[in-house]
């Protein structure tokens, strides 16, 4: 009680002053200057189911204390909590209330000290964690009473908090104002890490993203859709506050539309429906990356799906293939029930569930024969993402990432399992020897959990297998900007967390490919219309096609050798044939102007071949060496009517370069020094009338050189150049 009138006067103009600072309390805070600009309602509090699960979510993920620094002791016994928990929407409420009673624990627990609760008070310990996210909600409602529904059912720990927090009211408040003043901030938030600070601020400004079911309605269909509610397309939503959308860059499928849009959306039919998803971009960039890798029955292994809606895409995207998709890791079998309803309501007919987690999975796993392509989704420390709860709930995180971005990122030693974590599963795919690629996608943006583990995983993997070893590929997504094009010049791609997207890194990894391996005409089809190559284009059975193609690739060397044969076959069947022609003229000519001449018979006549007259030392240039008999020539005695086709026909003059013919010879020692270099130009000159003169006279020997009477008369004479 008050001794005097005057105390209780200054008591109440102490008690204005401070509600008019704690009024203050979070000016600046991203959410509240959210909830102003777009005149929704200010908060009323939360039901109490909501406050029991978010202290046992705070009571599982506070920061510790060593005991002689620890004033409030938490107990270890969780609170009840009720059936309405399970629900969606409650779960998202108690994880925003948890996680931001972890962020202020520091400044909470100063509160709840400076006004004399602790120790004065003689709640349970278990209770604290309640009385903690309850002071933060009470704070956040300028002190203001909660309003209860009458149809909601109260539970009896949050009501005795309640009432306790309503009898220490004035000095909550007057606390809450002395710590702003020793911080010099205008609000608690300004008290955060910087880190903290920047990570909410893009929370609330970064743009949501939904991907198309397209088993359900065409992109064109949700165009005409979104119009038809006033929403417009644009080419980019930054900075804009009206109902408009975008199409994503990286991906076609995927839409883009304002953070404050969301509550809108949701009201829509098309995602009531399950027509569009909201779920993360560097989920459905892992998923991209994936279709570019498959060939028309290639299976996939997804590992640390976490949000259902990944399988859901990945299914979507492989609706017209003959793929199947195995998800590792779901242990308890009571949910498959729940699974295979949602992945019915989406579309999705190619989704096996395994129970086993994948570093337990039999490599020798006889569903597994055809997995060729294998998606890594890695438990990662996540600090690439703004908005950690959605993370966590669409993820199915663990809750202890909540620790983490309170404080603006993991540990040394957490990061340290993490990466450890990661490296193992990712040399557990590596031995799946059917697997020819591993796409490896984190939302982390330390090198630890990237760039190192896939180089390490890479330089120690086992070479022992007959099978191809793996190699870092390119990435397969489109580069859409020259920074982009900077940060992958090492075959990595990466987004930096920026205030339209979250951070991501991810890997392709093939093997290298066997040299006696073919692909087939229909997978590389099936990689061009995945990688957007062939839009426009249908494609039809081509399978006679092929087989034509290939059964003239293979006979293709036989052709040519025989195509070769035959021109040579018929060069010397044309060569012996005008050999003999002009032999046969010659020896009739010769008899009638009797010519002296002994038995030698020159084949090679100077009416049908003009030498040059230098001789060439080409080894490039074709030579004609005739074909000659050991026995002398007999002249005919009967002649035979020629043939049409036999008859001389005057040609024009043409050069022919023929092919080289090697002649055999006897003794190679005895003529080898009187032939010259066997190599000479041709020209064929086609008769034009048959005389007597002009068969040339043998030729004159020339000076100082002696007749050549002792070689055999089948050999042609060739003077000496």
């Known amino acids: 009680m008050f001794n005097s009138a005057s105390e209780l006067e200054v008591l109440e103009e102490t008690t204005a002053e401070i509600s008019r600072l704690s009024s203050l309390?979070?000016?600046?805070?991203?959410?509240?200057?959210?909830?102003?600009?777009?005149g929704s309602p200010e908060k009323t509090g939360y039901p109490d189911s909501v406050y029991i699960l978010a202290a046992n979510i705070f009571q599982g993920t506070r920061l510790e204390k060593s005991p002689e620094k620890a004033l409030i002791k938490y107990g270890n016994e969780p609170l009840r909590s009720s059936a309405e928990s399970e629900d969606e929407s409650f779960q998202r409420l108690s994880y925003e209330l948890a996680f931001s009673a972890l962020k202020y624990q520091d400044i909470l627990e100063t509160i709840l000290i400076d006004s004399y609760i602790f120790p004065s008070t003689t709640i349970p310990h278990h209770l604290n964690?309640?009385?903690?996210v309850m002071l933060y909600d009470f704070q956040d409602r300028k002190f203001q009473a909660r309003l209860l529904s009458d149809n909601e059912a109260s539970i009896a720990e949050v009501l005795e908090v309640e009432n306790l927090l309503n009898s220490f009211k004035t000095k909550l408040a007057a606390a809450l104002a002395r710590c702003r003043i020793k911080h010099d901030a205008l609000s608690i938030y300004h008290i955060l890490?910087?880190?903290?600070?920047?990570?909410?601020?893009?929370?609330?400004?970064?743009?949501?993203?939904?991907?198309?079911?397209?088993?359900?309605?065409?992109?064109?269909?949700?165009?005409?859709?979104?119009?038809?509610?006033?929403?417009?397309?644009?080419?980019s939503v930054l900075h804009i506050d009206s109902k408009v959308f975008a199409v994503d860059q990286h991906c076609s499928d995927v839409l883009i539309f304002p953070s404050q849009l969301k509550s809108d959306l949701l009201n829509i039919d098309l995602f009531k429906d399950y027509k569009l998803i909201f779920q993360d971009k560097s989920r459905s960039l892992a998923v991209h990356s994936v279709k570019a890798l498959l060939n028309m029955d290639d299976d996939i292994l997804m590992v640390n799906t976490g949000s259902w809606y990944t399988a859901a895409h990945m299914s979507i995207l492989t609706n017209n293939n003959t793929s199947k998709i195995f998800v590792c890791g779901v242990r308890s079998q009571a949910k498959d029930p729940d699974l295979k309803n949602l992945f019915t309501k989406m579309g999705c007919k190619n989704i096996e569930i395994l129970h086993e987690t994948f570093m337990n999975l039999d490599l020798k796993d006889h569903r597994l024969q055809k997995v060729k392509v294998i998606l890594l989704l890695p438990r990662c420390s996540g600090l690439g993402v703004s908005n950690p709860v959605e993370f966590i709930l669409n993820e199915h995180e663990d809750t202890d990432l909540l620790k983490d971005f309170s404080q603006g990122g993991p540990s040394e030693d957490k990061l340290h399992v993490l990466a450890q974590r990661q490296y193992e599963q990712l040399t557990h795919a590596m031995k799946f020897t059917r697997a020819q690629a591993i796409v490896y996608c984190t939302c982390s943006v330390y090198p630890e959990e990237n760039e190192a583990i896939v180089k390490k995983a890479l330089e120690f993997q086992d070479h022992g297998n007959k099978v191809q070893p793996y190699r870092l590929s390119p990435p397969v997504l489109p580069l859409c900007s020259l920074k982009e094009i900077h940060l992958s010049t090492d075959k990595f791609f990466r987004m930096e967390p920026s205030e339209i997207t979250n951070g991501c890194f991810l890997s392709v990894l093939t093997r290298e490919r066997d040299p006696s391996e073919t692909v087939s005409v229909k997978d590389v089809l099936a990689r061009a219309a995945a990688k957007g190559l062939l839009e426009g284009i249908e494609l039809g059975k081509s399978s006679k096609r092929e087989k034509k193609k290939k059964q003239q690739r293979m006979s293709l060397p036989k052709s040519s050798i025989a195509d070769n044969s035959g021109i040579q076959m018929k060069i010397a069947e044309f060569l012996s044939r005008e050999t003999n022609v002009s032999a046969n003229q010659s020896e009739t000519l010769t008899t009638k102007t009797s010519l002296p001449q002994k038995n030698t018979n020159q084949v090679g006549s100077s009416s049908q071949v003009r030498k040059p007259s230098r001789p060439t030392t080409n080894p490039l240039v074709p030579t004609i060496m005739k074909n000659t008999s050991a026995r002398p020539y007999e002249r005919p005695t009967n002649f035979v009517r020629p043939r049409p086709e036999d008859r001389m026909i005057p040609l024009k003059p043409i050069e022919i370069a023929l092919p080289p013919v090697m002649l055999p010879f006897p003794s190679p020692q005895g003529i080898r020094s009187h032939i010259p270099t066997p190599h000479f130009y041709y020209r064929w000159v086609g008769p034009k009338t048959v005389l007597p003169g002009y068969l040339s006279t043998p030729p004159i020997p020339r000076r100082r050189e002696k007749p050549k009477e002792n070689l055999p008369s089948s050999l042609p004479r060739h003077p000496r150049p």
């Open 25 to 38: 309390a979070l000016a600046g805070d991203p959410a509240c200057s959210d909830n102003s600009a777009t």
């Open 129 to 132: 964690s309640l009385i903690i």
């Open 193 to 235: 890490p910087e880190t903290v600070r920047n990570q909410e601020l893009r929370a609330s400004t970064l743009p949501l993203y939904a991907w198309i079911n397209t088993c359900k309605i065409s992109p064109e269909e949700v165009y005409y859709t979104l119009k038809k509610n006033g929403y417009n397309k644009v080419k």
